[in-house]
């Protein structure tokens, strides 16, 4: 019977992990190897859209992608650098894209993100109340046929979508877009968070439930024997019944010392900040910009691209100016050379759109929780709840199935 748990990383995953395991009884523990809250926690957008949830290989995504990753300034970009393991993600990618498996991926996370807005409710009456925004996103674009052709696909997942917007409409839903924005559309019921007022009031909660956070102590390896679980780093041994692989980019090396290796990338993000003349009412979607600006108080939090490079730290100036060039005549008032909070954080995407939750191939005590894509913070909650369930015996077997770690793994050699 498992009693104790060890988290191993204190980002959303490993957060909201802890927090139904807590609630489900367990004695917890969370090692970071940082500060809590790294990684790609922090610098996110800050959505919460259970309603649009849809994994990034999707039909007809591969061609606009690759015409444009010579640039360096794209949406989407590669580095440079020979690497057998991004060749392999980027094949199983593309093998991901038929209108089949992206149907399976979409009802896949909607299985996964259902009840999310109760789940945060939830933590949010236990103290991780993180002041949502509850006014729904604005999609807006620079012509009409794009905007009608957004629409329709977020129609056919069904968001609650309104009409298309233009002209005095459009600027009525939303006063702080600028004049290259001509037509968009309003998603109800979705929300928006300060993803690090969220992680820090998550910590302070779990702290006063009794979980143990330790800071600073990198995890170098996990194992099992003797019915018991281990968690090996720079601050000594922690032995608990059971291990949660919650370590964002970093989990896919926990694993592979065990001898799995699982067929995760980094796909590097970045934002920054700005004062707006007039604050932005919610969420608003560049749909041709590939950007997204987020209301944080008294900023705006702007953020986008994609950039595929083995170094998850790297930071490159380059991508944080052509974000603020795509984005720059969508919002009024804004002096866009006076940055701050400038960010890059690194995801855990996978082939298939879809996280990897579950036992490590092969070990009965270690699980894995990570591979969120672009969608950490919304899905951190249900994530939580599912490995709990998990560990409790009474998680749905379909979800579970859908999410196994090993559909990605293949043995390797320990290292």
């Known amino acids: 019977m498992v009693r104790s748990v060890t988290v191993v990383g204190g980002g959303l995953i490993g957060l909201c992990s802890a927090y139904f395991l807590r609630e489900a009884g367990f004695d917890v523990t969370v090692l970071e190897r940082g500060r809590v809250g790294g990684g790609a926690s922090r610098g996110n957008a800050g959505e919460i859209c259970p309603d649009l949830v849809t994994p990034l290989p999707a039909p007809g995504v591969i061609g606009p992608a690759l015409r444009g990753l010579p640039r360096q300034d794209s949406a989407l970009y590669v580095r440079p650098r020979p690497s057998l393991d991004l060749v392999r993600f980027l094949a199983r990618f593309a093998r991901n894209t038929t209108r089949r498996r992206y149907a399976g991926g979409v009802a896949a996370l909607g299985r996964l993100a259902a009840g999310t807005f109760g789940l945060f409710d939830e933590m949010a009456a236990a103290g991780a109340d993180a002041d949502p925004v509850r006014e729904g996103f604005l999609f807006a674009f620079g012509s009409a046929e794009s905007a009608r052709a957004a629409l329709a696909g977020?129609?056919?997942?069904?968001?609650?979508?309104?009409?298309?917007?233009?002209?005095?409409?459009?600027?009525?839903?939303?006063?702080?877009?600028?004049?290259?924005?001509?037509?968009?559309?309003?998603?109800?019921?979705?929300?928006?968070?300060?993803?690090?007022?969220?992680?820090?009031?998550?910590?302070?909660?779990?702290?006063?439930?009794?979980?143990?956070?330790?800071?600073?102590?990198?995890?170098?390896?996990?194992?099992?024997?003797?019915?018991?679980?281990?968690?090996?780093?720079?601050?000594?041994?922690?032995?608990?019944?059971?291990?949660?692989?919650?370590?964002?980019?970093?989990?896919?090396?926990?694993?592979?010392?065990?001898?799995?290796?699982?067929?995760?990338?980094?796909?590097?993000?970045?934002?920054?900040?700005?004062?707006?003349?007039?604050?932005?009412?919610?969420?608003?979607?560049?749909?041709?910009?590939?950007?997204?600006?987020?209301?944080?108080?008294?900023?705006?939090?702007?953020?986008?691209?994609?950039?595929?490079?083995?170094?998850?730290?790297?930071?490159?100036?380059?991508?944080?100016?052509?974000?603020?060039?795509?984005?720059?005549?969508?919002?009024?008032?804004?002096?866009?050379?006076?940055?701050?909070?400038?960010?890059?954080?690194?995801?855990?995407?996978?082939?298939?759109?879809?996280?990897?939750?579950?036992?490590?191939?092969?070990?009965?005590?270690?699980?894995?929780?990570?591979?969120?894509?672009?969608?950490?913070?919304?899905?951190?909650?249900a994530t939580g709840r599912l490995v709990a369930d998990l560990l409790c015996g009474r998680a749905d077997a379909r979800l579970a199935a859908s999410l196994d770690p090993a559909r990605l793994a293949r043995r390797v050699r320990p290292r």
């Open 154 to 381: 977020v129609r056919r997942i069904g968001a609650p979508a309104g009409p298309l917007l233009a002209g005095a409409d459009l600027a009525a839903a939303e006063p702080a877009l600028g004049p290259a924005a001509r037509a968009g559309f309003l998603v109800a019921d979705q929300r928006s968070v300060d993803p690090a007022l969220f992680v820090d009031r998550l910590a302070a909660t779990l702290r006063q439930r009794g979980v143990r956070i330790v800071e600073g102590a990198r995890v170098t390896a996990v194992g099992e024997s003797g019915g018991r679980a281990r968690a090996r780093g720079f601050l000594g041994d922690h032995e608990a019944d059971a291990v949660v692989i919650a370590a964002g980019v970093w989990s896919t090396a926990l694993c592979r010392r065990l001898g799995v290796g699982l067929d995760l990338f980094p796909g590097k993000g970045y934002s920054f900040s700005v004062d707006a003349g007039q604050q932005p009412r919610r969420v608003i979607h560049l749909g041709d910009a590939r950007v997204v600006l987020t209301p944080m108080g008294q900023r705006v939090r702007v953020a986008g691209t994609m950039e595929f490079d083995r170094d998850p730290e790297a930071f490159s100036a380059l991508r944080v100016e052509a974000i603020a060039v795509a984005a720059r005549d969508y919002l009024r008032g804004v002096d866009w050379t006076a940055r701050r909070d400038e960010w890059v954080g690194a995801r855990v995407m996978t082939p298939d759109g879809l996280p990897v939750v579950g036992a490590v191939p092969g070990r009965s005590r270690i699980l894995v929780a990570s591979g969120h894509n672009m969608l950490g913070l919304m899905l951190g909650p």
